[in-house]
């Protein structure tokens, strides 16, 4: 995955699906019980809050791929 070549609806999309997946993911960690409509209803509201960390996954992702094509060449 290369942040700096991907297109921008393409980049906008993929870290809407991350923070989402985020969402989810501390919503199931406190609650680990919840129902599919109990996580569905948080994700919707409140994956905004989480756009931050999954940037922060996608930056870490970008450089491991920098990193073993570094190591290939």
Not at 18 to 40: H, M, S
Not at 61 to 68: F, V
């Amino acid at each position: 995955m290369n942040l700096r070549t991907m297109p921008k609806d393409e980049l906008r999309s993929t870290v809407r699906l991350f923070a989402r997946q985020v969402a989810r993911q501390e919503f199931l960690k406190a609650n680990p019980g919840a129902t599919e409509l109990q996580i569905d209803s948080y994700v919707g509201r409140y994956w905004e809050l989480h756009v931050e960390t999954a940037l922060v996954w996608l930056a870490l992702i970008h450089l491991a791929g920098e990193t073993e094509a570094a190591k290939s060449n």
